[in-house]
């Protein structure tokens, strides 16, 4: 079965460093999006992304992150200058045009 | 949006029914239910949708009364692998690129 991957699985880094979490969402999905969960807390919507631009973002996705889909199979989010408050797991998920999001094992980034 | 309501908690034992609910009475027209389930550092995992009455899949069964105000997931003989975090969502699901919406999920823990 196909399944959305994510790399790494474990992120450390120093607060003001850039990070960049790398997805690779499953070949024939259009859509693609970024949740991140902080440690005991709910799952949270950061951004969905269809052809080639930002279709939603929630006030969590500042000006310090970013998303790009840099050729055809990976998905980024960069976060530029790392807080200590962006420590979290990080799932990426993708669709088809109306189906269900299918959600990757996720990266869990400690900002130290 | 529509709000969810389901129990923070439930415990069971291998191989009982583990039934469900939620509740979310300002559903509207065109809200489908979609329920994840959530293992422990991993993405959540799609289980079912529904719009109305009865679907049931290889994993579980969604029962959703007519006036569709709440609805019950229902989990068959569960096994120790079943503990997990269980999450109703309500939304425009069928629609492309929609973001979803977690609230706090009922932590299911089955028990030998």
């Known amino acids: 079965e196909p399944e959305v991957t994510q790399t790494p699985s474990h992120q450390v880094t120093q607060m003001g460093q850039e990070v960049i979490l790398r997805c690779v969402p499953i070949?024939?999905?259009?859509?693609f999006y970024w949740y991140r969960q902080i440690l005991g807390q709910k799952v949270e919507f950061l951004v969905s992304?269809?052809?080639?631009?930002?279709?939603?973002k929630s006030e969590i996705f500042d000006d310090q992150f970013s998303v790009e889909r840099p050729d055809g199979s990976n998905f980024t989010l960069k976060i530029r200058s790392t807080k200590l408050e962006d420590s979290a797991m990080y799932f990426c998920?993708?669709?088809?045009?109306?189906?269900?999001?299918?959600f990757g094992p996720g990266t869990r980034l400690l900002v130290l | 949006l529509a709000k969810t309501t389901q129990p923070i908690s439930m415990d069971s034992y291998e191989g009982q029914e583990v039934n469900i609910t939620c509740s979310h009475n300002?559903?509207?027209?065109?809200?489908?239910i979609t329920w994840y389930q959530q293992f422990p550092s991993q993405g959540p995992r799609f289980i079912i949708q529904?719009?109305?009455t009865k679907v049931t899949n290889e994993v579980a069964s969604l029962f959703i009364p007519a006036d569709r105000k709440s609805s019950t997931l229902s989990l068959p003989r569960v096994s120790l692998s079943d503990t997990a975090v269980y999450y109703c969502?309500?939304?425009?699901?069928?629609?492309?690129?929609?973001?979803?919406?977690f609230g706090g999920g009922t932590r299911v823990l089955v028990k030998p």
């Open positions: 529904g719009y109305k």
């Open positions: 969502l309500v939304g425009i699901a069928k629609a492309a690129g929609n973001k979803l919406t």
């Open positions: 300002n559903i509207a027209t065109n809200d489908y």
């Open positions: 070949s024939n999905h259009l859509y």
């Open positions: 998920a993708s669709s088809e045009a109306e189906e269900t999001q299918y």
């Open positions: 992304f269809y052809n080639n631009e930002i279709s939603e």
